[in-house]
Nanobody
């Protein structure tokens, strides 16, 4: 069984920074793309950032230049450094990953989410 566990959320003032972490654990061959999404109350879950196992990244336009995604493949962990936070960044942030559980199988897994609240 594969688990993704996020940490690092909290309350911060506008202009501040937070760093989220998400660690994959369990029995698997490897972790492929790792992603961050977020969902604000009453809204759809939106893409934030993604990183491949080789380190290629992509970001939503709303966070470009402020957020940085990175990963430690040895620890199966992905990070999201969030700077210059705005109240509109407030949401539950979810980690997801494409995990190879066998040579022939890849599945998507999601974490439980971590709350980020930015006060004005």
């Amino acid at each position: 069984q594969v688990r993704l566990v996020e940490s690092g959320g909290g309350l911060v003032q506008a202009g501040g920074s937070l760093r989220l972490s998400c660690a994959a654990s369990g029995s698997f061959f490897g972790v492929n793309d790792m992603n961050w999404y977020r969902q604000a109350p009453g809204k759809e879950r939106d893409f934030v950032a993604t990183i491949t196992s080789g380190g290629t990244t992509n970001y939503a336009d709303s966070v470009k230049g402020r957020f940085t995604i990175s990963r430690d493949n040895a620890k199966n962990t992905v990070y999201l450094q969030m700077n210059s936070l705005k109240p509109e960044d407030s949401a539950i942030y979810y980690c997801s990953a494409v995990v190879s559980t066998s040579i022939f199988r890849r599945d998507d897994y999601w974490g439980q989410g971590t709350q980020v609240t930015v006060s004005s």
